[in-house]
């Protein structure tokens, strides 16, 4: 499976930013993660197409996580953004115990 992510850019803190991630194709698990320099790449949430949804601590509350199963697309919508968000954000994706990972896109919240 092919990903192609896409909405990363510059916000000020507070502000509010929405990822999307496309897949060439029907996947069982979408997620996103993120890695800001220094440090490992870490889970932020994760969907299935059933539905059930995990979130991080740093996650919850803030960002809502949605599928478009249909369009084979999962969304991240980021609101009151924080300058510890700042990082590059991965799509991830499960499909027939396959795990892929897209191109990251570029958070960068600014104080």
């Known amino acids: 499976v092919q990903l192609q992510a896409s909405g990363g850019g510059l916000v000020q803190a507070g502000g509010s930013l929405r990822l999307s991630c496309a897949a060439s194709?029907?996947?069982?698990?979408m997620a996103w993660y993120r890695q800001a320099p220094g440090s490992q790449r870490e889970l932020v949430a994760s969907?299935?197409?059933?539905?059930?949804?995990n979130y991080s601590d740093s996650a919850k509350g803030r960002f809502t996580i949605s599928r478009d199963n249909a369009k084979n697309t999962v969304y991240l919508q980021m609101s009151s953004l924080k300058p510890e968000d700042t990082a590059v954000y991965y799509c991830?994706?499960?499909?027939?115990?396959?795990?892929?990972w897209g191109k990251g896109t570029l958070v960068t919240v600014s104080s």
């Open positions: 991830n994706a499960i499909s027939r115990g396959v795990n892929s």
């Open positions: 194709g029907s996947v069982y698990i």
């Open positions: 969907k299935s197409n059933d539905g059930s949804t």
